[in-house]
C-alpha cells in the first residue's frame, strides 16, 4: 500500500449542508435566492470559513443590506437546520477505514463559531483522527497554506495521502501541493478510487 492517510471535507462529503434548509416554511425559496444573491451570500460564507467573527458579517450586512439583515441572522441562529444529516455511504468508509488501522483526517472550510454543530449532524466526525478547522486557524481552501499546515500539523507526507473534497478548486489545490486528490462525487465512487489504490475496503 502506498496510502498512510485519508483526508475528508465534511462539508457535503461527510454531512450534508444545504443553507436553505433553515428557511424552509418560513420564506419562500425564490425569496431566500434573492437574498442570498443580493448580500453575496458565497462571499460573506467564505470570509467567516477563514476566520471572520460572524458579528463582523453582520454589521456589514446591517451596514450594507439592512432589510435583509433578520433574515441573515435567523441564518445564523438557525444554523443547524442547514445540516440534515451524514452524505450517504461516507460514515460506512471512515468506519472501514479506521478499523484496517489508515489514519483518517477532516479538512473543513468551516466557522469556528458553528463548528460545534456538524458532529451532531454525523457522528462519525468523532472517529477521525484530528480535524483542521478553517475558521479555527484563519486560512481557507483554496489557500494553498492550509494544505501545508495540515501537512506539518499531523505529519502527513502528502504523496501517501489521499485528499477528497467535493470543489474542484479545492482538489486542485491539494493537487498542486502534492496530496493525492480526489473529487468526491458520492461514497461509492470514492471507496472505488480507494480500493484502487491499494486500501482494504470492501468493493462498492
Known amino acids: 500500500m502506498t496510502v498512510d492517510a485519508v483526508v475528508f471535507d465534511l462539508g457535503n462529503v461527510l454531512v450534508r449542508w444545504d443553507p436553505y434548509l433553515p428557511f424552509v416554511g418560513r420564506m419562500d425559496r425564490a425569496e431566500v435566492e434573492a437574498m442570498f444573491d443580493e448580500i453575496d451570500f458565497p462571499t460573506l460564507n ?46 460506512a468508509l471512515v468506519q472501514e477505514l479506521v478499523a484496517a488501522g489508515i489514519r483518517v483526517l477532516g479538512l473543513t472550510n468551516w466557522s469556528a463559531e458553528t463548528f460545534h454543530h456538524a458532529e451532531p449532524a454525523a457522528p462519525v466526525i468523532r472517529l477521525l483522527d484530528g480535524v483542521l478547522v478553517s475558521g479555527e486557524v484563519g486560512i481557507a481552501k483554496p489557500d494553498p497554506r492550509i494544505f501545508r499546515l495540515l501537512a506539518s500539523r499531523y505529519e502527513l ?8 473534497d467535493d470543489s474542484a478548486p479545492n482538489v486542485a489545490a491539494a493537487a498542486a501541493e502534492g496530496f493525492d486528490a480526489v473529487l468526491f462525487t458520492g461514497a461509492d465512487d470514492l471507496r472505488t478510487d480507494l480500493v484502487r489504490r491499494g486500501l482494504p475496503l470492501a468493493a462498492a
Not at 65 to 80: G, M, T
Open 157 to 164: 507526507d502528502p504523496g501517501r495521502t489521499v485528499f477528497t
Open 46 to 91: 467564505h470570509g467567516l470559513d477563514a476566520g471572520r467573527p460572524w458579528s463582523q458579517a453582520h454589521a456589514e450586512v446591517l451596514r450594507r443590506y439592512p432589510h435583509r439583515a433578520d433574515a441573515f441572522d435567523f441564518y445564523r441562529e438557525h444554523f443547524a437546520d442547514a445540516l440534515p444529516g451524514p452524505v450517504d455511504g461516507s460514515a
